[in-house]
């Protein structure tokens, strides 16, 4: 079924008019413009919780690191 009217005109709606051409360039650009500051948003999300998870990371891998003081023998590695 076409979507055409019997006429084979395309009927046009009443009181709409083409939109102006730098409106529209316009609305792109702030539209563009919205989703660059989304994206470096959510880079900068993300180099943050990297940062934060490699920092706990670090302070759970060294703390304690010169306990005990002396060499501990392990007979489990030896034994075999």
Do not use: C
């Given at each position: 079924?076409?979507?055409r009217q ?14 102006n051409s730098?409106?529209t360039v ?55």
């Amino acid at each position: 079924m076409s979507a055409r009217q019997k006429g084979g005109q395309p009927t046009k709606k009443p009181g709409t008019s083409p939109p102006n051409s730098a409106d529209t360039v316009k609305d792109e650009f702030q539209a563009i413009q919205q989703s660059a500051k989304t994206a470096i948003s959510s880079e900068w999300d993300y180099k943050l919780a990297l940062f934060i998870i490699t920092a706990i990371a670090f302070i759970t891998r060294f703390w304690g690191i010169n306990h005990p003081n002396e060499v501990v023998f392990d007979e489990v590695h030896f034994g075999k």
